[in-house]
């Protein structure tokens, strides 16, 4: 399967709530700043403990690079007034995804990390 079909599959399994057709290996690991999850089962049940925070999005792609064997794509996920603006890494192996590496913001910044104008 071609890598920018695979990542399509990815996000049309998240937005149809289809989580146990994500196209991911049993070895799959995701990283986050919440921190890494190991293994296709603990990710999947991790996920179906927190439904309402995963599921229900939809998604506006901004860019995306393909290649054999990684795809980055940025994006903005929406469910109802929330928006979190997004950039993943894909390894694939197999033709699964073998690995999620996800950069947002998911807080406040520091008073003392601040901009002065």
Known sequence: MATERLIKKWFSCWEAGAINSLPISEKFK???????????????ELVYNNKNKFLNH??????AMYN???????????????????????????????????????GNIREDRLLTP
């Open 58 to 63: 939809t998604f506006v792609i901004h860019d």
């Open 30 to 44: 995701h990283t986050s700043p919440f921190g890494t999850i190991e293994g296709q089962q603990t990710y999947l």
């Open 68 to 106: 054999k064997h990684k795809a980055c794509v940025r994006y903005t996920a929406i469910q109802d007034d929330f928006k979190l603006d997004v950039s993943e890494w894909y390894v694939i192996k197999d033709n699964l995804i073998q690995e999620v590496i996800a950069y947002y913001h998911i």
